[in-house]
């Protein structure tokens, strides 16, 4: 079957949806249930609806866009990714996933393809930790991975450019998402598959010259808050000795991250603190109390957990040490994820059929398709992004580069949804 895709339209959709930002281009900030991000919402249901797709919100905000297949009652192929961007990010990370697979169904559509069963497109909901300080809410949800007490207990994240702790009920509702959080559960039948297209985020795909990579295993995502509580005081007048500054000890625990992560000796172990909130923040005043954001990660759970226990401990070392307290509360702590082999196959054989060179490779970043892998046999598909940067506003993908991996989205769409 011969389907062309659109890059022109696509190229522009990607323009416009990059438009509904809290900052000037070229940034995308793009907070979950942000003004921008309804905005953008709205402008993309449009498109959904232009192309025919039948669409339903759930109580978190996940949109589902349906191309009814000719016998509706099987279990739906899905596809689909996140539009929402962390503060100062690009344009491509998400959106290609989200655009890219409408695209691949209107090629489709237009070549005529009938699928036997649905094609359903997810638009999920809080992909970023950054407003609710975890991520992947809404595929958290639907796979039932986060239990309903999160409705109250997820809060804004202070450090969130909406910081008014609000919870994540008051903030869904008030953006016109009602019900339950379990009204969002969806069944382990509900998908047959589940693929997900998104850029690489790294820079192994650029470097070797390959177009797209198919994702094996998905990192194990950990997240904690360290707080530091010490003794606060006049920076003049309070000599040094006996001082428990907060903030000194925090620069300890940052550096034994490092040194951590670092010691498993495995590429795989990540670790970062991205977060350094310091109180009372003022030049004249030693920091009475600190929290950092941990962000924890690797392939082996196991090797990931080892990791923390080192982090535990140069905890328990420097609090004695320099007598203060330290606490450190769970986030999430998550199981990896391995893509399926058929779902693997079945994307190889579509490069093949659409000679796009392929490689397989780990995904070090997390995406909504760690959780979708508890509901569904799922697979992921990366294209190059260049330099490897992401989380920027100068990521970029080429229209070639998003073309080819559209292309063999359709082509594997139309597959899985003719069986
Ligand atoms: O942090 C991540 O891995 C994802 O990009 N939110
Ligand atoms: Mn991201
Ligand atoms: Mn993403
Ligand atoms: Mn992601």
Known sequence: MNFKIDQQRLNRELDTLAS???????????????????????????????????????????????????????????T??????????????????????????????AAGFKPRRSIELV??????????????????????????????????????????????????????????????????????????????????????????????????????HIVIEGEGGHAGARLMPGRKDALCAAAEIILAVERSVLATGATDTVGTVGICQVHPGAMNSIPSRVQLSLDLRDT???????????????????????????????????????SSPEIVKALKEACDAEAVSYRTMVSRAYHDTLFMARLAPVAMMFIPCKGGVSHRPDEYSSPEQIHQGVKVLARVLAGLSAI
């Not at 990714?81 to 344009?91: E, M, V």
């Open 20 to 78: 509904f930002s809290a900052d000037p281009a070229p940034a995308v900030t793009r907070v979950v249930f942000s003004e921008q991000d309804l905005a953008a919402r709205a402008w993309i249901k449009e498109r959904f609806r232009e192309a025919g797709l039948t669409m339903r919100d759930d109580a978190v905000g996940n949109t589902f866009a349906r191309w009814a297949g000719a016998n509706p009652d099987l279990p739906a192929v899905g």
């Open 80 to 109: 689909g990714s996140h539009i929402d961007a962390i503060p100062h990010a690009g344009k491509f990370d998400g959106t290609v996933g989200v655009l890219g697979s409408l695209e691949a169904i209107r090629a489709l559509q």
């Open 123 to 224: 638009l999920f909901t809080a992909e970023e930790p950054t407003r609710f300080g975890i991520g992947c809410l809404g595929s958290r949800v639907i796979s039932g991975s986060l239990t309903p007490a999160a409705d109250v207990q997820l809060r804004e994240a202070s450090a969130g450019p909406e910081g008014h702790g609000q919870t994540l009920e008051s903030v869904r509702k008030s953006a016109g998402f009602t019900g339950s959080l379990d009204s969002a559960l969806l069944p382990q039948n509900y998908f047959s598959a589940f693929i997900e297209l998104h850029i690489e985020q790294g820079s192994i795909l650029e470097s070797e010259g390959v177009s797209v990579g198919l994702v094996s295993d998905i990192a194990a995502p950990a997240a904690f």
């Open 300 to 338: 082996d759970a196991a090797r990931r957990d080892a990791a923390l226990e080192q982090i535990h401990n140069a905890c328990g070392e420097i609090a004695s040490r320099r007598r203060v307290a330290i606490k450190l509360e769970t986030i999430n702590a998550d199981a990896p994820a391995q």
